[in-house]
Structure formats: structure tokens, C-alpha cells
């Protein structure tokens, strides 16, 4: 049984920036696409970036474009979001996801795997 584990957040200034991990443990999942999502309270979870690992391919979310970057190391079944620029809207806990499709959703129900999340605060 493949599990998700995330790891990296903590608090941080506005301004300031994080890298978030997330460990595919269980089995290789090399052909699925990756994707990061965020809750922040009392709002809905919502896609943050995804990528497809064979090809490369990412789309992130309209704003954190140019701020956050995902990546993917298949060797170490792991995918990554580097998120500089932090703002305060950006406080919410980030899941991983895991579809099993090539291309990356951005809707909740592309994903079938599922992270336990990481809490990130950014203070202003």
C-alpha cells in the first residue's frame, strides 16, 4: 500500500520561503502525477501545482505563479514545492497527491492518494 508523507512546513515571515517534501513510500507510483493542494481554515482545499513525472510537464495555480516551483525526483520517489515570496494568504496546511494519470488535475477528484498535510503560517 502506497503511503504519502509530507514534511517541511513551519512558520515563516512574509517574504520568506519553504521547501515542502512529499515521500511516495510502499511502492514506486514513477508513472503517476504529482500534486500539491492547501486548506486554509474554514475555506475548501484547493490545487496549488501539479506535474506529470514522465514528461515533465507542470501547471500551478494563477497565484503562485513565478513564486512556487514543483519538481520531482523519480529515483527518490519524492516531489517537491519550493514556495519563496510567502504571503500571509499563503497560511494553510499543504497536502501531496497522488493521480494516476499522466497529466496532472487541479480537481480534488483527479487524485486518489492522499498525504496526511503539513501545516504552513506565514506572518505578516
Known amino acids: 500500500q502506497v503511503q504519502l508523507v509530507e514534511s517541511g512546513g513551519g512558520l515563516v515571515q512574509a517574504g520568506g520561503s519553504l521547501r515542502l517534501s512529499c515521500a511516495a513510500s510502499?511502492?514506486?507510483?514513477?508513472?503517476?502525477?504529482m500534486g500539491w493542494f492547501r486548506q486554509a481554515p474554514g475555506k475548501e482545499r484547493e490545487f496549488v501545482a501539479g506535474?506529470?513525472?514522465?514528461?515533465?510537464?507542470?501547471t500551478y495555480k494563477d497565484s503562485v505563479k513565478g513564486r512556487f516551483t514543483i519538481s520531482s525526483d523519480n529515483a527518490k520517489n519524492s516531489v517537491y514545492l519550493q514556495m519563496n515570496s510567502l504571503k500571509p494568504g499563503d497560511t494553510a496546511v499543504y497536502y501531496c497527491?497522488?493521480?494516476?494519470?499522466?497529466?496532472?488535475?487541479?480537481?480534488?477528484?483527479?487524485?486518489?492518494?492522499w498525504g496526511q498535510g503539513t501545516q504552513v503560517t506565514v506572518s505578516s
Open positions: 506535474i506529470s513525472r514522465n514528461i515533465g510537464m507542470t
Open positions: 497527491a497522488a493521480d494516476p494519470t499522466g497529466l496532472p488535475g487541479t480537481t480534488l477528484e483527479a487524485y486518489v492518494l
Open positions: 510502499g511502492r514506486a507510483i514513477s508513472s503517476y502525477s
